[in-house]
């Protein structure tokens, strides 16, 4: 809700740059202190071993929280029908495409969906408006508790489906069509996505670890004075102020030296059926799998 009550503020991009500042580090200043008052104050009504309570701490202090056995085998089992359904009806023409597809559309079921693709890394976003499974499954009562807290609302996520491996994926639509090896995943330059506290969720459809493609982030980096600097000009570059873009989405390899010293590099590691929660304020990005593949179903708010 903040952030799209900040978007309804017009005026803010009619600002000289020099009061827009200011202005704006406030603003992120508010929103930190603002989270940790309603994390604080959810936490006085849940048990001490609430998983919810624990989760809400963990992305306070971390940036990351895993919710473990959140979806049953059961139910797993039937998100990788459903998303296996959506793989058979995409078109191959869609993903042979031998350089980078950043958003094509594909109609299935007279309704559109995006695919987005690079090499061995393919995310397929909008299954919520396919049908009522992918409408729906985002829809749990602690999910909902912990996106309320963050977010003050409850909307329904927009839902995608992420597969990267190493090369070996046997379904066409995931092969990699590429004319030249690529060693990077989607999303795979350490970056910071937003300047104020919002989630993104995934479900991790089979057991990810360092070798099978892990996302791997900083522990502890969204609340990083390090960061100041990018959170505020993915800020001001929001609402169309000049900046030099290397300031704002992606860590340089210098700045990311020193951030290592202060917050540790990890794997985010999980068990299938595992709920994963992550800060966009944290530092974080994809890499391809070593061997094997790694399944996710993301929820973004």
Known sequence: MIYKILFKLKFLSKLSQNIAKPLFSTIIYVDHNFLKFRIFLISIFLRKDNKVKIALKNLRENGVAIINNFYSEKEIDEIKKECNSV??????????NTEYIQAASVNIDNRTIHLEKLGKSIKIKGLNFLNNFFNKIGKKLELNLITLTYHLNSNKPYVLYNVTHNGNAT????????????KE???????????????????????????NGATIYYDKSNNSKMLKKYHLNLFLKAFDFRIDDKDSHYINETELNRLSQECKKLSLNCKKGDLGLIDLKTVHHGVLPKNGERHLLWFYY
């Not at 999303?187 to 070798?211: T, Y």
């Open 87 to 96: 793989l058979d009806k995409i078109p191959l023409e869609k993903a042979t």
């Open 171 to 182: 379904h066409p639509i995931l092969k990699d069509y590429s004319k030249n090896e690529t």
């Open 185 to 211: 995943a989607i999303a795979g330059k350490p970056h910071v996505d937003l300047f104020i506290h919002k989630l993104r969720c995934f479900v991790a459809l089979n057991d990810i670890n360092s070798d």
